[in-house]
């Protein structure tokens, strides 16, 4: 089984905290994404990386950067949390070619920022 | 611009009855097409996706979904539903030629009440 952990399930953070977010998958899968999910809003793209060292912006990637030193792991950092970023954050990862493939995804990390 | 659409916020059935839950797509070229349950606070699983071949896909749990290209539709369903189906459900898109760099686009969800 694809099995994609998250450092976190809860976390909590003060306004301007810098904020590392660890997912690690072990199927060896070329593609990874972060997500974030608010009510009412769906999952939205934040950031994706398709091979080590690459990233690229998804649909809302300010206040957000990233990280892919190794194939396994993907950071997401919060530069400067503030209170809009509070919602819960997914990361996935699926092996190419990116069309066909499904997406598999960690158990998510609530964050909120006080 | 490729899109995805689940009119029901919401959807209660009993159980034992059947249930559908609705999804329609936008897309510039063909779609590849994906159904996704998460449960309380947890992360999304996989349930189905139609990639090309018969219109009628199944998958786990006993769930299956109908492609339907003009309708432009990807409708959930299940024959008899049980309590334990209750979760929120995810459809999602994405377009043959690559639109969105290739990545998934996903409904808003509908979130599936199945009571006793």
């Known amino acids: 089984d694809v099995k994609v952990t998250q450092s976190s399930r809860y976390l909590v953070k003060r306004t301007g905290e810098k904020v590392f977010l660890e997912c690690v998958q072990d199927?060896?899968?070329?593609?990874m994404f972060w997500y974030r999910q608010d009510p009412g809003l769906g999952l939205r793209l934040i950031y994706f990386s398709y091979d080590v060292k690459m990233k690229e912006k998804g649909d809302i990637p300010e206040g957000y950067s990233v990280s892919r030193e190794k194939k396994e792991r993907f950071s997401l950092i919060l530069e400067s949390a503030s209170t809009n970023q509070t919602s819960m954050y997914l990361c996935?990862?699926?092996?190419?070619?990116?069309?066909?493939?499904?997406?598999?995804f960690g158990p998510g990390t609530r964050l909120t920022v006080l | 611009a490729q899109s995805v659409a689940q009119p029901e916020d919401q959807v209660n059935v009993a159980e034992g009855n059947p249930l559908t839950v609705k999804c329609t797509y936008s897309?510039?070229?063909?779609?590849?097409l994906f159904w996704y349950v998460q449960y309380p606070n947890r992360g999304l699983q996989f349930l189905l996706k139609y990639i090309t071949g018969d219109n009628l896909v199944k998958g786990s749990y006993g769930f299956e979904a109908e492609f339907n290209k003009s309708q432009t539709s990807f409708h959930l369903k299940k024959p008899s539903a049980l309590v334990s189906d209750s979760a929120l459900y995810f459809c999602?898109?994405?377009?043959?030629?690559?639109?969105?760099?290739?990545?998934?686009?996903f409904g808003k969800g509908t979130k599936l009440s199945v009571k006793p």
């Open positions: 996935a990862s699926s092996p190419a070619p990116l069309l066909h493939n499904e997406q598999f």
């Open positions: 199927m060896d899968h070329e593609n």
């Open positions: 999602a898109v994405r377009d043959s030629w690559g639109g969105s760099q290739g990545n998934l686009i």
């Open positions: 897309v510039s070229g063909n779609p590849y």
